[in-house]
Antibody
Framework: QMQLQESGPGLVEPSETLSLTCSVS??????????WAWIRQPPGEGLEWIGS???????YDNPSLKSRVTLSVDTTKSQFSLKLSSVTAADTAVYYC??????????WGQGTLVTVSS | QAVLTQPSSLSASPGASASLTCTLR?????????IFWYQQRPGSPPQFLLK?????????GSGVPSRFSGSKDASANAGILVISGLQSEDEADYHC?????????FGGGTRLTVL
């Protein structure tokens, strides 16, 4: 059974870079049809897709985030990562990592709350 | 105007059926899209429920009971999640998603209350 687990700081200062890592277990991160995604949910609000990355390094990201997003995969550690630069209070959210096989997000992490505040 | 619009809340009685709508923005034809639905219980991550493009092209997630089904209303340009035989455990947030313009787009979610 695949498992995903987010990790990273729970508090980030405004204008800094938010960095999160998702550790994957139970299956290979290098599956050819797998895409690894980040999705966030501000408190009391809906979900927002941030972006998806393939183990080859190919990425898709949400244009609304205006190129603040960097996605990467480390196959040796079975991890993928998110960096979100120039954060503001509007980036405060629960951040989820998830797996898709090109379609639905069928496995999710439990989520991690990141608060942007000084 | 948002790409996907969902009512913020819906209430229904145990044993009844509930229809949750996901309306696509004008100019985006629901007939061309596979609609994905997710259920999110409080304090938990979303779980995949089903995907629907047509009655002959639909799939539920692992372990999802058959009382969850999908449909479309072309006249309303909307995808619909139908939950029959409502149970208390169905009380949750429901999110619709489509792949649009090379990205995943979520609706705002509907909170379903079973009372």
């Amino acid at each position: 059974q695949m498992q995903l687990q987010e990790s990273g700081p729970g508090l980030v200062e405004p204008s800094e870079t938010l960095s999160l890592t998702c550790s994957v277990s139970g299956d290979s991160i290098s599956g050819s049809v797998y895409f690894w995604a980040w999705i966030r949910q501000p408190p009391g609000e809906g979900l927002e897709w941030i972006g998806s990355v393939h183990y080859t390094g190919a990425t898709y990201d949400n244009p609304s985030l205006k190129s603040r997003v960097t996605l990467s995969v480390d196959t040796t550690k079975s991890q993928f990562s998110l960096k979100l630069s120039s954060v503001t209070a509007a980036d405060t959210a629960v951040y989820y990592c998830a797996k898709s096989s090109g379609n639905e997000f069928d496995y999710w992490g439990q989520g991690t709350l990141v608060t942007v505040s000084s | 105007q948002a790409v996907l619009t969902q009512p913020s809340s819906l209430s229904a009685s145990p044993g009844a059926s509930a229809s949750l709508t996901c309306t696509l923005r004008s100019g985006i034809n629901v007939g061309a899209y596979r609609i994905f639905w997710y259920q999110q219980r409080p304090g938990s991550p979303p779980q995949f429920l089903l995907k629907y493009i047509s009655d002959s092209d639909t799939q539920r997630g692992s372990g999802v009971p058959s009382r969850f089904s999908g449909s479309k209303d072309a006249s309303a340009n909307a995808g619909i999640l139908v939950i029959s035989g409502l149970q208390s455990e169905d009380e949750a947030d429901y999110h619709c998603v489509i792949w649009h313009n090379s990205g995943w787009v979520f609706g705002g979610g509907t909170r379903l209350t079973v009372l």
